[in-house]
């Protein structure tokens, strides 16, 4: 049994913090290259300017040593339908005797909090809702993305205690600090189909200090196991299956498209630091292809019929999916503008969300600018973006390659206004011309992400200028 630390106060309380920001993001019903056409053909000079990226961005290795290796991580993961009463056993076996749980207000009313509690009483299982400092040897979280990446932040900060929070969040808005010590056993109960946060080694979060969005990402920060269970996901509302299976279809598509992690620079001198997004790479093209053929036949059912258990099960499962793809291989333009997006948000408020505050929900926020995004990222890999576009159900037989991000385009654009009640681009959520300047500025700082970018140059006023086209390219479609 690992041994038990108490959650200093102060640690406490900025995880409790964060559990109440972050519910504002991701509201809580809302992770072959020897083919050498198989991958992005990249000039010399590009990979040059990665290299040139990473330098810049405080990169230790030398910045002409390219990636060599990839790794794969990710949660053990049970899925079906019930699993959740497994949960108490779970805790028994691995020797648990005190489960910090975390949740929100909205899930612990629900049925899921109700079989957590009869799961944990049954087996003896000792835990509290957290609410208050507390010496727990395991954690559990139930709910969406951000009760899940909350629950890995108290996990990381109760064997850190004394460490200054801005330690391990992401460079430059922090150290970028590595996990270098074995976390407590932590299972995650997904209660929506969106983040894969279950799988990940990703916490992300809102900054608000920064008006950033940000987040913490190494292996050791991933769940011990994710217990998907699709009948937690059956009480999300229409609005939020479409806002979380969004999430889905972005995860799925830019780790397709980003990078392959062979161009990624500059190889780490030690495998610690060896970053979580790490390009696309064989193991993850499997799970990402997937999850993104899975979330074009299923979202649009899940979000009409909210009797079609079985679109909601594949929804879940698509996640999960997804979520193992982008754990390893990593988000790129949808993602790091979203964050400006959703933190920078004029007043919008995402109709079918019960909330006070103006939203503009995580999918919401990520698909908005996918039309202008593969756009741009098409001539990066033609054939990689066809795939993709031949996924929404596009004849791709006789596209010309030089077509492929436009065609992918279209593709993302129909898929949006078919779901339906979603945006159709930034004018829709209340940005103008007026805002440019602070969404460029708002997603500079996003590099674990735009690193993985194809096509993005690194020249600083070079890449303002080329983000500022795909935030005006994303106006309106």
Known sequence: MVAAVRIAP???TRAASLLRTVQYAHPPNCPCHSNP????????????RYAQ??????????????????????????????????VGMD?????????CVVTDSTVR???????????????????????????PDAFLAVGGGSVIDTAKLMNLYTEYPDADFLDFVNAPLGKGRPIERALKPLIAIPTTAGTGSETTGTAIFDLVAKRAKTGIAHRN?????????????????????ASSGLDVLCHALESWTAIPYSQRTPRPTNPI??????????????????????????????VKDPDDFEAQSEMLLAATLAGVGFG??????????????????????????????????????????????????????????LAAAEAFGVDISNVRREDAGAVLADAIQEFLVKLGDQPKGLKDLGFGAEHLDALVEGTIPQARVLMLAPGLRTELEAEKEQLRNLFEDAMSY
């Open 10 to 12: 102060s640690a406490a």
């Open 37 to 48: 056409g198989h991958h992005h053909h990249q000039a010399k000079s590009q990979v040059d």
């Open 53 to 86: 990226r990473a330098s810049k961005r405080g990169y230790a290795s030398p910045v002409d040593q390219k990636e060599y290796a990839f790794e794969m991580a990710a949660s053990s993961i049970r899925f079906g339908p019930g699993v959740t009463k497994e």
């Open 91 to 99: 805790f028994r076996n691995m020797g648990a005797k005190r489960v």
């Open 109 to 135: 009313r629900l049925t899921a909090m109700k079989q957590v509690e009869e799961a944990l009483t049954k087996e003896g299982v000792e835990f509290q809702v957290f609410d208050k400092p507390y010496a």
């Open 221 to 241: 920060l991933k769940p011990t196991l994710g217990i998907c269970d699709p009948l937690n996901t059956r009480t999300m509302p229409a609005a939020v299956k």
């Open 273 to 302: 630091m060896r970053p979580a997004y790490q390009g696309a790479n064989p193991i993850s093209d499997i799970f990402s292809l997937s999850a993104l053929r899975s979330t074009v036949k299923y979202l649009p059912r899940s």
């Open 328 to 385: 390893n291989a990593g988000v790129h333009l949808c993602h790091g503008m979203s964050y400006p997006i959703s933190g920078q948000n004029p007043g919008y408020k995402h109709s079918g969300y019960e909330v006070d505050v103006p939203i503009i929900p995580h999918g919401v926020s990520v698909a908005v600018s996918g039309p202008a995004v593969f756009r741009f990222t098409g001539p990066s890999n033609p054939e990689r973006h």
